[in-house]
């Protein structure tokens, strides 16, 4: 179970990226996923997350701002982020949630693999 995250980039507050998670050797739609969020000096956190049937959950701080949605055709899920603020610079990580919900986005990998490369997201004011 390997992940790939891409998309990220430096931009200005305001402006829009989108990132893209892609699975190799197994089907995206089978999990549910989250984008997780490491800010620097700080732990890896859950952002949102998407059910294997299309609940979709935001923390509160980009609610309105992001959007989750999958694409099965192309084992792919993406995080469309608009609005973008300097707080929401960190490395963006995608993974398997257990956990997608009200309680929080949080990963497992009970089924075997682990966390990908990331992707660097830079927002400056």
């Known amino acids: 179970v390997q992940f790939l995250e891409s998309g990220g980039g430096w931009v200005q507050s305001g402006e829009s990226l989108r990132l893209d998670c892609t699975g190799s050797?197994?089907?995206?739609?089978?999990?549910?996923i989250g984008w997780f969020r490491q800010a620097p000096g700080k732990k890896r956190a859950g952002v949102s997350c998407?059910?294997?049937?299309?609940?979709?959950y935001y923390v509160d701080y980009v609610k309105g701002r992001f959007t989750i949605a999958r694409d099965n055709a192309k084992n792919a899920v993406y995080l469309q982020m608009n609005s973008l603020k300097p707080e929401d610079t960190g490395v963006y990580y995608c993974?398997?949630?257990?956990?997608?919900?009200?309680?929080?986005?949080?990963?497992?990998?009970?089924?075997?693999?682990?966390w990908g490369q990331g992707t660097q997201v830079t927002v400056s004011s």
């Open positions: 998407i059910s294997r049937t299309d609940y979709t």
């Open positions: 050797g197994f089907n995206l739609a089978d999990y549910s």
């Open positions: 993974g398997p949630a257990e956990v997608c919900g009200p309680d929080g986005v949080f990963a497992s990998w009970h089924n075997g693999g682990s």
